[in-house]
């Protein structure tokens, strides 16, 4: 199988010299492959596994070693007043990496901070910016389709067999739920966070009513949030709110909500493009935050006439960018023009799958192919003052 440099080598590099580096990300994103392509010699410890378990309680790691790799360390109860003992008595060399495939926030009450002693960056799956990057130009529509039909995990995308995902989506998705999600809380209803998952991949792109889905799982709504929180914090899916200027008030409004794994988006073209520019546009803010120390947001945009865009960033609470998404709608969308004039300054684009022809307009609004748009997503250009 063939193995892709990742698009976060070079900065993990730079920061494994001077910190602890904490690496995560959805489960089998290639978290582990990416740690021992760092360096030539490691040591790598799985805390999952018993051996290494003993190891990890012995401290009893090779440390002629470039680096050292802690994988799930989160599970060690108080790892960060663990690791952080470590850093202050050995510090650095050798490099320490530590990854895991949920949400290291979720675990900050637990032992002691790490603050000033660490960077973090979250690897997400392959999209078509990193694979044109690796790849070259070539084939941009043939890698498209794949991303839309098989999504971007490493292993699966580079078999690049539907049959072979289907059976990798389910083993995948099973693991989190009766491992991962174990670990968090004792869970009883799996069976109830499997249907509403399945709700969910009909429901891509739409506002969620947290009523509605308690009615249909006969929970309550706290429940729903509650399990909803956890499949954020497993990385199985990520929310955006609806843009108000007041940011309390946007997040009492219904969410959208959008799976890491495109493949796991009902079989409808429009939806699972939508969700592929979600993903694309949420791995390149928090590249720029984890990279870069910059401050982005993602959120759609909904007036009280029900007018939507699906989707603005903003750069330091600034509007940078609007984004229509459409399957074969040429025409440029009427509705920027409900959002424009009180969003001074963002950039407007409009990305069509089935375009014969690209073209810009007077007041600066673009429609582009999806696959090219989505090869050279850039946020750099955009919310500049």
């Not at 030539?40 to 596994?49: A, G, I, L, R």
Request: overall charge positive; aromatic content about 12%; charged content about 30%.
């Amino acid at each position: 199988m063939v193995v892709m440099k990742r698009y976060l080598d070079k900065y993990i590099q730079q920061d494994l010299k001077r910190k602890i580096v904490l690496l995560t990300g959805p489960r089998q994103a290639g978290k582990t492959t990416l740690s021992k392509m760092l360096k030539e010699s490691f040591d790598y410890f799985n805390y999952d596994n018993a051996e290494h378990r003993l190891s990890l309680l012995e401290k009893s790691w090779d440390r002629s070693r470039e680096l050292i790799i802690f994988d799930e360390l989160h599970k060690l109860k108080n790892w960060k007043s663990w690791l952080k003992g470590i850093y202050d008595t050995e510090s650095i060399p050798p490099s320490i990496i530590v990854t895991g495939s949920a949400k290291l926030d979720i675990y900050r009450k637990v032992g002691d901070s790490l603050a000033g002693r660490f960077f973090e960056f979250r690897l997400h799956p392959f999209d078509l910016k990193e694979i044109k990057n690796a790849q070259g130009k070539e084939g941009l529509e043939e890698i498209l389709d794949r991303l839309m039909k098989i999504g971007g995990f490493p292993e699966p995308y580079l078999e690049g067999d539907q049959t072979y995902y289907n059976r990798w989506k389910r083993s995948h998705l099973d693991v989190i739920l009766k491992q991962d999600l174990v670990d968090l809380e004792n869970m009883r209803q799996i069976t109830s966070i499997e249907t509403l998952i399945q709700l969910l991949r009909k429901k891509v792109g739409s506002p969620i009513s947290y009523t509605s889905l308690a009615e249909d799982l006969q929970c309550s709504d706290k429940t729903v949030k509650r399990w909803l929180a956890m499949l954020e914090t497993l990385y199985v899916v990520f929310k955006i709110f609806p843009f108000h200027k007041n940011i309390s008030r946007s997040i009492l409004k219904s969410p959208k909500y959008y799976f890491f794994d495109n493949g796991q988006v009902i079989d409808e073209p429009g939806l699972k493009l939508e969700n592929l520019v979600a993903c694309s546009l949420l791995k390149e803010i928090h590249f720029r935050e984890d990279c870069m120390g910059e401050k982005w947001d993602l959120y759609y945009l909904r007036n009280k006439d029900g007018r939507e865009i699906d989707f603005f960033v903003t750069k330091g609470e600034r509007p940078a960018l609007m984004i229509e998404v459409k399957w074969s709608d040429e025409e440029r969308s009427s509705n920027f023009s409900s959002f424009e004039k009180y969003l001074a300054g963002a950039k407007k684009v409009q990305i069509v799958k089935e375009l014969k022809r690209e073209k810009t307009y007077p007041d600066g609004t673009e429609i582009r192919s999806a696959q090219n748009w989505l090869s050279y997503v850039n946020l750099e250009s955009v919310g500049r003052p």
